[in-house]
Nanobody, 119 residues
Framework: QVQLVESGGGLVQAGGSLTLSCAAS????????MGWFRQAPGKEREFVSR????????YYADSVKGRFTISRDNAKNTVYLRMNSLKPEDTAVYYC????????????WGQGTQVTVSS
């Protein structure tokens, strides 16, 4: 079992920045492909970003490309999401997730952290 805990959310003005962290316990994250997702009120959960096991490959939703950066520190068992130039439409609960293989769905999810961007 992998337990994931997100932190770093909060209230920020448009144009500001936040860095989310996802800390894992139970197992080492170095074996897992990691992703960030978000869910805004009244909307479906959507993909934001993902990073490969080695950290060598990263992927982003078009809506955040160029503004968000995903990274991982396997030694610290933590994945990060640096969010710059935040917009009100980035307001959502952000979740990190882990999967053992890119051929499978995300098996483990955190409880989420709220990000609110004011205009």
């Amino acid at each position: 079992q992998v337990q994931l805990v997100e932190s770093g959310g909060g209230l920020v003005q448009a144009g500001g920045s936040l860095t989310l962290s996802c800390a894992a316990s139970g197992r080492t994250l170095s074996n897992y492909d990691m992703g960030w997702f978000r869910q805004a009120p009244g909307k479906e959960r959507e993909f934001v970003s993902r990073i490969s096991v080695s950290g060598g490959s990263t992927y982003y939703a078009d809506s955040v490309k160029g503004r968000f950066t995903i990274s991982r520190d396997n030694a610290k068992n933590t994945v990060y999401l640096r969010m710059n130039s935040l917009k009100p439409e980035d307001t959502a609960v952000y979740y990190c997730a882990a999967r053992i293989s890119v051929l499978s769905g995300y098996n483990y999810w955190g409880q989420g952290t709220q990000v609110t961007v004011s205009s």
